[in-house]
């Protein structure tokens, strides 16, 4: 199965963003450094590539504060999600570090990202260094 290179210069990004309905962002175009953008009603402007980067992160963190962790045995949790109810595994893999068993794990794997990241993810992350500051 083919899948498109994954990429976080995408509508749904740009209408985060920028605070408009995604239906609204008609086109985007990747340049060298920024992302050029057309908006309907507004003139076309540019979005910085770091700024698509931050909101990769920062939306996958929003969503994560929801999660709850529970540790099942070496190196292996269980993502709970207490708004919608569900549930996925994540586990350590030699070389690999984190895996999750989430669509948008899978999807950003399949589509060649580098440090692929989802919000049991990063749930899994704050549940650690939780832990490590209650230790310490
Ligand atoms: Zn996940």
Redesign the pocket.
């Known amino acids: 199965m083919s899948q498109r290179p994954f990429t976080v210069f995408t509508k749904t990004a740009t209408a985060r963003i920028l605070g408009v309905a995604v239906a609204l962002v008609k086109k985007l175009q990747v340049l060298a450094k920024t992302i050029w953008v057309y908006v309907q009603g507004k003139r076309p402007t540019f979005i910085s590539k770091t700024r698509y980067k931050v909101d990769y992160l920062e939306s996958r963190l929003d969503r994560s504060a929801d999660i709850k962790i529970t540790p099942v045995g070496g190196f292996s949790y269980t993502?709970h999600n207490l708004s919608n109810g569900k549930e996925?595994r994540?586990w350590c893999a030699p070389g690999r570090g984190l895996q999750?068993?989430?669509?948008?794990?899978e999807r950003q794997v399949q589509g060649g990202k580098v440090n692929p990241t989802?919000?049991?993810?990063l749930a899994v992350n704050q549940f650690l260094s939780d832990r490590f500051r209650q230790q310490a």
């Open positions: 993502a996925y994540l999750c068993e989430c669509k948008d794990y989802c919000k049991h993810k």
